[in-house]
């Protein structure tokens, strides 16, 4: 495809866009600002026929249904549908149920479509405007959950992949990759120092999944459309049928090259698999992207393969660094020839630290641009995606001035007219900052603790110390339940319905999540005590201050559920661990992965499964959740008006003597095949220790205690109500109400 045809393809594409948003809104084709060039209303045709047969030029529709109503098990029961309510793309209204006058919608998208800028990187700015006012419009032939600019997305992608022609090509590739390590890579660091370096080193690896699918997209000819999704390191491309020998090459020549920078600890993982036309707009997309899916996991298998395949092991193995005993004391990796360890740390691991230092601002922009020489000698991580990509990524607090060709994105915008950018993007990007309040609360209360000067982000001691209680960090890890299933049983969907429940779930996650964060992180005395460290894609990694994260967590289930529209298959759990300030970061990520585990693994007597949360080892469901906070608040209140705190120890013990009681009784149920008891407790020596202790403890409360004390030996012990999950309740009280360990 020539440059020149390149331009009138562009064109077309946002004639036939603006023209539909208009015909939605009611507006006149003479009022259009653009309208498709003579003679493209034909060939369009062609590529709509491919989404849908009924698609057609000047369709129109109402409100869009939500693509989280399609999602249901084959045999799971219906779902009622939800609409998403139209309005510009912003997240302070992503979970409001008020949407705009179409008249309104049209005004906003006309007066930023005026001053959108020109040359090589209109198209992208327009996709990125369209996307803002579209995403919630129906397309025009109707499909549920597809939106009119995910109907836009699928046509330019349709029509690059196609290499422009006026008629559709019969196939194309469906390219699929994943870099795997990333977990390995971000959290086996030691903790000292970690948290200065780790949001930074997290990033990175969002920053290079964005620049290999920008980089490949741009060898292949392609458009920022042709993505089908990306996020959280895994990408699907649409591609040219005929691109099988120039992926290859690609995915060996890039996968040398990080074999050089990361000495093997990241690899690309690149599979294609063939998608025929007809496909694109049927279920049988989703059995396409299945055996994709396959293909990338076997490559998975065999990391560098393509490389030893053609070098030899040599070339895997052979030693790397410069030997010696100096080494990283963050990463332990060796330093190379003519590198030099400043405060004991490589170039790498001081790379990242700059790297969170540069994302840490509540208004932030990134620039993307071709390379130069100096960004390829650069020692950070701008320095090594510019190797790899040949990009030169750049963030700064204040809108930047473009010195070479490139695109300027601003990060979790309210307008783009306010930020002046040519794009957008939501990231979770929560950094808590040392202020001068926290230096001072320091001075006073941890004189013995370093407190760097100038702005810093705080590392974990000073969250854990400024955590309610006992001083813990507290680590969170979340993600939705069953996903796989999700997108190939419980959604058997178009390539449009894909790309956009994956877009979907990626604005929770990179977007809403960063409100949630800040505005938990926002309460209590000590503010910023919250650490994203990931999010996007359908997963989070968060740190901070131990006492606000289960609140965290039922906050974000929370939102997720109105997100979903309480679809009963759409489901999240986690788990959070509590962890002393100098406990190994990489055994801190792995016990907040066992914990989730933990709770993806909880089962009820109905025998549906997950959509939990595992905190202080024990898995609770969320739908039992708000009276385990509320026995918390509970018991908490009784201690501060002066009952005694042995009263959180006798709620424990009981707790544990009932515990044991239940798995005698179910000991004996399975050696003699009786029925499981359902409907009550399992009775036995805890009732009669209750019986006893509370009693003796009331008599030496006040009159109301007294009452309260008794009120729970009725209805929370004896009945059975909330036993089994009192000594967690009784534990959360207690931590909370601690103080002074370290």
Not at 66 to 92: K, Q, T, W, Y
């Amino acid at each position: 495809m020539n440059e020149q045809r390149r331009m009138e393809i562009q064109e077309t594409l946002v004639g036939w866009a603006v023209g539909a948003l208009g015909l939605w809104a009611g507006v006149e084709s003479d009022d259009l600002p653009v309208k498709m060039p003579d003679g493209a209303a034909e060939w369009m045709f062609r590529y709509g026929r491919l989404l849908s047969p009924n698609w057609r030029l000047n369709g129109r529709g109402e409100r869009l249904q939500s693509i989280f109503s399609l999602i249901r098990p084959p045999d799971g029961e219906e779902v009622n549908p939800m609409h998403v309510p139209a309005c510009p793309l912003s997240l302070e209204t992503l979970l409001s149920d008020k949407g705009e006058a179409p008249s309104s919608l049209w005004d906003g998208f006309v007066a930023e479509f005026g001053r959108l800028p020109q040359g090589m990187s209109h198209f992208e700015a327009f996709a990125h405007l369209f996307r803002k006012y579209a995403w919630s419009v129906p397309c025009t032939y109707g499909e549920a959950g597809v939106s009119l600019y995910e109907e836009f997305k699928a046509l330019a992608a349709l029509v690059y992949a196609s290499d422009g022609d006026e008629r559709p090509a019969e196939g194309f590739l469906l390219v699929g990759g994943d870099i795997p390590g990333i977990q390995a890579f971000v959290y086996t660091i030691t903790s000292k120092g970690a948290a200065k370096g780790l949001r930074g080193r997290s990033f990175f690896l969002q920053l290079l999944g964005d620049a290999v699918v920008r980089r490949l997209v741009a060898d292949l000819r392609l458009c920022s459309c042709n993505v089908v999704y990306a996020a959280g390191g895994n990408f699907v491309v649409l591609a040219p049928a005929d691109q099988e020998v120039v992926l290859q090459e690609w995915q060996r020549t890039f996968n040398r090259a990080l074999l050089d920078e990361f000495e093997g600890d990241l690899y690309l993982a690149l599979a294609w698999q063939e998608l025929l036309r007809s496909a694109v707009g049927t279920s049988e997309f989703a059995g396409v992207r299945e055996q994709l899916g396959k293909k990338v996991a076997a490559a998975k298998s065999r990391p560098f393969a393509e490389i030893v395949e053609e070098d030899g092991w040599a070339a895997l193995f052979e030693p790397r660094g410069r030997g010696g005993l100096d080494y990283c004391r963050v990463c332990h990796r060796e330093p190379r020839p003519g590198e030099r360890l400043m405060e004991g740390k490589c170039e790498q691991c001081r790379g990242f630290e700059a790297l969170a230092r540069d994302i840490a601002h509540d208004r932030l922009w990134m620039s993307v641009m071709e390379v130069d020489e100096a960004a390829r000698r650069e020692k950070g991580w701008r320095g090594i995606l510019a190797r790899l990509t040949d990009l030169d990524y750049r963030f700064e607090g204040e809108l930047p001035q473009l010195s070479r060709p490139g695109t300027v994105y601003v990060l979790n915008p309210t307008t783009l007219e306010e930020a002046g950018a040519h794009c957008f993007r939501f990231v979770a990007n929560v950094t808590p900052r040392i202020s001068g309040s926290d230096r001072e609360w320091v001075r006073e209360h941890h004189p013995d603790l370093e407190v760097p000067h100038g702005e810093r982000i705080k590392d974990f001691a000073l969250m854990a110390l400024q955590s309610q209680g006992i001083p813990r960090v507290g680590v969170l890890r979340m993600d939705v339940d069953n996903l796989g299933a999700v997108f190939s049983q419980y959604m058997q969907g178009s390539m449009a319905q894909v790309s956009a429940l994956s877009a979907a779930l990626d604005l929770f996650f990179a977007g809403h999540l960063n409100r949630i964060c800040s505005e938990v992180g926002a309460q209590g005395e000590h503010k910023d005590v919250l650490y994203v460290i990931y999010a996007g894609g359908d997963d989070l990694f968060v740190v901070g201050a131990w006492n606000w994260m289960p609140l965290l967590a039922e906050r974000i289930r929370k939102d997720f559920s109105a997100y979903t529209g309480r679809n009963p298959h759409l489901t999240l759990s986690g788990g959070v661990t509590l962890e002393g300030r100098k406990f190994p970061l990489y055994r801190a990520a792995e016990r907040a992965g066992e914990a989730e585990g933990k709770a993806k693994r909880h089962k009820r007597p109905n025998d549906r499964e997950k959509d939990a949360f595992c905190f202080m080892g024990q898995v609770v469901g969320w739908e039992e959740w708000p009276l385990v906070r509320e026995t918390k608040r509970l018991l908490s209140g009784l201690i501060s008006a002066g009952v005694p705190r042995s009263l959180l120890q006798v709620m424990q013990v009981l707790h544990a003597q009932f515990t044991a009681d239940r798995r005698r009784v179910l000991r004996v149920e399975r050696k003699t095949d009786q029925k499981p008891i359902t409907g009550r407790p399992y009775w036995g020596r805890w009732v009669w220790m209750a019986a006893y202790s509370l009693t003796r403890l009331a008599r030496s409360c006040p009159e109301k205690q007294r009452e309260e004390i008794l009120k729970i030996q009725r209805e929370w012990i004896e009945s059975g109500k909330r036993i089994h999950f009192l000594g967690l309740a009784a534990r959360w009280a207690e931590y909370t109400l601690r103080g002074g360990e370290t």
